[in-house]
């Protein structure tokens, strides 16, 4: 389980799936990004600086709304 802080970056109408470790946050660097949790089949959309912290393994469906580029940050989350 890697809790190290890594950055994807995505194209305009691009999307990926990533795998999020339990006690870790997506954060948006770039957006806005759009989010979809392999559990929870609700959309989820975030602005630049909000984040969305995940307490357990999972699989999220990401990508960017618009004509926009994206960039996320997975970090581990801050107590």
Sequence with gaps: ???H????AL???EVEGVEINPNQDLVVVE????????EDNRDIILGVGERLNFTKRTRAIVGGLREMAVRLRIEPHAA
Excluded at 5 to 8: N, S
Excluded at 32 to 37: G, K, Q, S, Y
Aim: avoid cysteine; proline fraction near 6%.
């Design 1 to 3: 389980m890697s809790l």
């Design 5 to 8: 802080t890594h950055e994807i």
């Design 11 to 13: 194209a305009a109408r």
């Design 31 to 38: 957006g806005p990004l759009w989010v979809t949790r392999a």
